[in-house]
């Protein structure tokens, strides 16, 4: 081996010797208090918090679409297909916070600190072109909501978008809980905004409820087929797994396998609660979509501005369009916050490189913005909307290179000792992320090649 040459040799705990031990987002790691005595409830609200962060990629202007198109064309019928997307991610997301706490690092380090440089490298561009994609839909989707509420140029809005890229620097100086905070209370704002307009929709309870049973129509159906490959491939955000796997390690629990145990499990309950809330609110676009739009018989609104313009005068209700735009700004904000921290966390996982947060947010925001204002001054909002379904391309080829290391990594007892996943919940794990592995080819596929 020259001089040059990296040392690949191994430690006891199935890392690379020579991986960097710097921890995961060192200024915020282990920062929030665990009481040690007092109630479980209090243990509980101590690790709530993560969940909703990660909860927002469920959430983005990247789903609406599909979720918008499944109800005004299918009605309830792909309210499954949501349903089995949702547990999908409770179940990758419950592994991603599995190996931050019980590796001390985060999804991004665990690569760094398992594979070759070449490798490395290849898994950190792939990485940064689906943050850039999940950053081009915020951008759209913040552009979108502003020219619906305010009338302000599509052009306009994406530049406004641009002036968020200190919003994190300014939560982060107040406290990690205190970023917390703001994303869980636009999460309320867009639960709120949903749950008016289910509310004046009026959708019949007993066909909602069946929509929830898997129907061989899914399959069936071609173009049915198409949109539930597309809620799934658009569910599962890969930047969610590394984001998940390093804010868990926020919380001061104690470094032991006790304090982990307890750990993985206030954990896991706030990640599926809170994915929970990201079910019913995807669930509530295509159930306000079917209510409104298919019942009417306009079956294909699949854009949010024809969202936007149809919902008040059929539902009768004065606000319900503007309900829906609210609840859409509030999404990309909470977006751009979580994807934000995810590219930090990438960064200096994969990289060792640590450069400040406004100087990161203003290249990747740069980035994204650039191609919105192209596309929108040379083909107006079509090209935008096209461009909102190419940055879900983008995001669907990246999800393989992160849910194959994570199931690898917890499957490993050399790197996870007594805490590896048992072999039945790894055959689970692998089921699903080869499920999403085929359906995103296929969904690759067909928007490339029709």
Same mark, same amino acid.
């Given at each position: 081996?020259?001089? @040059? ?22 200024? =915020? ?44 064309? /299918?009605?309830?019928?792909? &309210?499954?297909?949501? &349903? ?10 419950? !592994? ?17 600190? $398992? ?12 990485? +940064? ?8 839909? +915020? ?12 009338? #302000? ?5 994406? @530049? #406004? ?9 300014? !939560? ?21 905004? /949903?749950?008016?307009q289910i509310a004046a929709a009026a959708p ?8 929830? =049973? ?41 470094? $032991? ?41 306009? $079956? ?28 859409? &700004? ?15 966390? =990438?960064?200096?996982? /994969?990289?060792?490189?640590? !450069? ?9 925001r740069g980035i994204a913005i650039i191609p ?17 379904v190419f940055s879900q391309v983008v995001l669907?080829?990246? @999800? ?34 080869? =499920? ?6 296929? &969904? ?7």
């Amino acid at each position: 081996m020259d001089a @040059l040459s990296p040392d690949l040799t191994r430690d006891g705990a199935g890392w690379r010797s020579d991986a960097p031990t710097t921890k995961s987002l060192a200024e =915020v790691n282990g920062t929030v208090p665990i009481p040690a005595a007092g109630r479980w409830w209090r243990r509980l609200l101590a690790f709530v918090g993560p969940g909703y962060l990660v909860s927002v990629g469920y959430m983005d202007p990247g789903n609406w679409a599909t979720d918008l198109a499944g109800g005004s064309k /299918f009605g309830y019928t792909l &309210l499954s297909v949501i &349903l089995l997307s949702n547990l999908m991610a409770i179940l990758l997301q419950s !592994l991603a916070a599995r190996l931050g706490i019980v590796t001390d690092r985060d999804l991004a380090q665990a690569c760094r600190a $398992s594979y070759s440089p070449a490798v490395n490298f290849m898994l950190w561009l792939a990485c +940064e072109a689906a943050i850039i994609a999940c950053d081009l839909a +915020e951008v759209i989707g913040t552009a979108i909501a502003l020219k619906l509420l305010f009338g #302000i140029p599509l052009i306009g809005g994406a @530049l #406004i978008a641009a002036l968020d890229a200190f919003l994190l620097l300014i !939560l982060m100086n107040r406290g990690f809980r205190f970023l917390e905070a703001f994303v869980i209370a636009l999460l309320v704002v867009i639960a709120v905004c /949903f749950t008016i307009q289910i509310a004046a929709a009026a959708p019949p309870v007993a066909a909602m409820l069946k929509g929830f =049973v898997p129907s061989t129509e899914i399959f069936t159906n071609p173009e049915m087929l198409y949109i539930a490959i597309g809620i799934i491939g658009a569910t599962v955000m890969p930047h969610n797994l590394y984001l998940h796997s390093s804010i868990v390690q926020t919380r001061a629990y104690e470094r $032991s396998d006790t304090g982990r145990r307890e750990a993985i499990k206030w954990a896991t309950t706030d990640s599926t609660i809170a994915l929970m809330l990201a079910l019913f609110i995807n669930a509530a676009i295509l159930v306000v979509a079917a209510a409104t739009f298919h019942r009417s018989g306009h $079956s294909d609104v699949a854009e949010i501005g024809q969202a936007f313009e149809l919902l008040s005068p059929l539902l009768g209700l004065g606000i319900a369009s503007t309900l829906f735009a609210i609840a859409l &700004l509030a999404s990309g904000l909470n977006s751009t916050v979580t994807a934000t921290l995810a590219g930090q966390i =990438v960064m200096e996982g /994969f990289l060792d490189l640590r !450069l400040p947060s406004w100087a990161r947010r203003l290249v990747t925001r740069g980035i994204a913005i650039i191609p919105v204002i192209v596309v929108t001054a040379i083909y107006g909002e079509r090209g935008t909307a096209d461009l909102l379904v190419f940055s879900q391309v983008v995001l669907s080829m990246q @999800l393989p290179f992160a849910v194959v290391p994570l199931v690898r990594f917890v499957s490993d007892r050399r790197k996870m000792g007594k805490f590896a996943i048992p072999a039945w919940v790894a055959g689970i794990a692998w089921i699903v992320a080869g =499920v999403i592995v085929v359906l995103n080819l296929k &969904l690759l596929a067909d928007t490339l090649f029709g």
